[in-house]
């Protein structure tokens, strides 16, 4: 779960450290003091996108880090030790936005992209906004929940891939089928560049050999010069060279080696010197008579080494992918030659393919159905328990046929609902009540979290459009939420905050100079104050302080 959450220089908030419980939490505040603020930096922290934008006018950069309690997430853990990021069980998540737009992110102290950051942040923590419901129309977002409640992503994930695998094949055979016409004057072609690139008879590394070969031939003569001083120095001088001067060190140690036997170490050292400056002087003798000065050689050469250069030029490739150039043309005149015998193999391959497909998206499918009457079922319990008590929500699942298929599968889904008893179950773009949308859209978030493995829940302001008797049922709903997982609530409904295990209030503070975000967690008489609040707006009368005395007590009654 989510322990604590660090924010620096991020839009209004200067400074904010907040230790996180288990259970609800929620946060509240007058509106524009900045509580989804928190739920934004939240989302970024966890791979969201950014802009210099965001960050505090005068600062060199927003800071977000969030630790996490991976103790009980098999699957981070898991997801951590394969990415090679795992530190002793801790997970320190950490980013930074420069005032230049510039982004940097962290896992455990190592710097990652973006995108592996986001990978992490979909396992640890999932947000519910407050606009959910007006996304909620789309059937991509309703097939997401629904195979989300039904544990269906990894088998979507590989009809997917046989999807994929299934469609490659089909275009290239649909792309051998239409080139018929151009077919022999492809294969003309083709037999005229391999037969050039034949004749050339090229090798994968000879390039650049040859280019070694060519330094070579070109520097023979300071080659040549370079092996005779060194020779010089080493063994052929008369005056001075190195083989003297070693023996010469030699015999004169030993003629004192009779009078300190610390010396003879010493004596053994100068003789491997020796040996290795003899070794050194054999060696440069044998390069230096195999060093080529031939002119024929090097003429010849820069010849091939221009052909080649030039066949290169023609085909737009480096001289070290021509002989991957010529297997991938041979390969292509060999399947236009057979084209016949290869569109059969490709036809046999592609029906095979599509059996694989569809026999792993009717499986889907039928994962689908079973999960969308369980789906229905539970929504329903939800909206009624939410005040829409005979509504009737239906997770409509259909099938297409092999032409509709696509990499989701073979399913149309589409939500439906039927807010009074009676009334035929219609599409969600059809409902008219706001509050009626809310409402089931709250409902379809909490069951499609119930199944979900994320550990913390976030919802910012999914309450807004209720009140009243329904408002302490949104309530109860979350703190069951909050009895299984770690569920964080925005809300401007006391009947909600007065619910949770651990209150936050967000208010906006200045000095005429400057404006940021402040943030208090509450005790009890806090707790009152800021119902209170909520209950009864800016003035607060001892009849709204009783109210929220009695609603916060009645909460821990009700929740024991």
């Not at 946060?27 to 960050?55: H, M, P, W, Y």
């Not at 092999?402 to 008893?421: K, V």
């Not at 909050?482 to 401007?492: A, I, N, P, S, Y």
């Amino acid at each position: 779960m989510l322990m604590n959450l660090q924010v620096r220089d991020f839009a209004i908030v200067e400074k904010i450290d907040i230790e996180f419980d288990a259970g609800m939490t929620v946060l509240t505040g007058e509106t524009g003091a900045g509580k989804s603020i928190l739920v934004d930096a939240l989302g970024l922290v966890l791979g969201e996108r950014g802009s210099a934008q965001l960050v505090r006018d005068g600062a060199k950069r927003a800071e977000f880090s969030a630790q996490f309690d991976i103790t009980n997430l098999p699957l981070v853990r898991a997801w951590l030790e394969e990415q090679a990021l795992d530190l002793d069980g801790d997970c320190l998540l950490r980013r930074a936005i420069n005032s230049d737009g510039r982004s940097r992110a962290f896992i455990n102290g190592n710097a990652v992209p973006l995108s592996q950051l986001k990978s992490l942040g979909e396992l640890l923590l999932d947000i519910h906004g407050q606009h959910f419901h007006q996304s909620l129309g789309r059937r991509a977002i309703q097939r997401d929940l629904l195979d989300h409640f039904g544990g269906l992503l990894e088998q979507r994930a590989a009809v997917a891939t046989r999807y994929s695998e299934w469609k490659a094949v089909a275009q290239r055979l649909e792309k051998l089928l239409g080139a018929d016409a151009d077919r022999a004057s492809r294969i003309d072609l083709l037999t005229f560049q391999l037969q050039e690139l034949d004749t050339l008879a090229i090798t994968d590394k000879e390039p650049s050999e040859l280019n070694l070969e060519r330094q070579k031939l070109q520097n023979s003569g300071r080659l040549a010069d370079g092996v005779t001083i060194s020779l010089d120095a080493l063994m052929d001088s008369e005056s001075s060279n190195a083989n003297n001067l070693i023996a010469e060190a030699m015999r004169a140690v030993e003629s004192i080696a009779e009078y300190d036997e610390s010396l003879k170490p010493l004596l053994e050292s100068l003789g491997s010197a020796a040996i290795q400056v003899s070794e050194a002087s054999e060696s440069l003798r044998r390069y230096g008579e195999g060093i080529d000065m031939d002119p024929r050689r090097r003429d010849w050469v820069e010849e091939r080494l221009d052909a080649i250069q030039a066949v290169a030029r023609k085909h737009r490739v480096s001289p070290d992918e021509l002989a991957a150039l010529q297997n991938k043309l041979r390969e292509e005149n060999d399947e236009l030659l057979h084209a016949a015998e290869r569109g059969q193999e490709l036809e046999v391959q592609v029906n095979e393919l599509r059996d694989v497909f569809l026999k792993a998206a009717v499986k889907l499918s039928t994962g689908r159905t079973k999960a969308a009457k369980k789906f229905s079922k539970e929504v329903s319990e939800a909206m009624s328990g939410l005040g829409m008590p005979g509504g009737t929500f239906v997770a409509e699942v259909s099938r297409v046929d092999e032409e509709s298929a696509r990499a989701s599968g073979i399913d149309n889904i589409e939500f439906l609902i039927s807010a009074n008893p009676g009334q035929k179950p219609q599409a969600l773009a059809k409902i008219a009540s706001g509050g009626e949308l809310s409402r089931m859209s709250l409902s379809i978030q909490v069951i499609a979290s119930d199944g979900s493995a994320i550990p913390t829940m976030i919802f910012d302001e999914v309450d807004s459009g209720v009140g009243g008797g329904v408002a302490e049922m949104v309530g109860r709903r979350l703190q069951q939420l909050g009895d299984k997982r770690q569920v964080l609530c925005v809300t401007h409904l006391p009947q909600v905050a007065s619910l949770a295990d651990q209150h936050f209030r967000v208010s906006k503070v200045s000095d005429g100079k400057s404006t940021r975000t402040g943030l208090q967690v509450l005790g009890k008489d806090e707790r009152i104050e800021e119902l209170a609040r909520m209950l009864g707006g800016v003035e607060i009368t001892q009849t709204t302080l009783r109210h929220a005395s009695e609603m916060l007590a009645g909460a821990r009654q009700k929740s024991a």
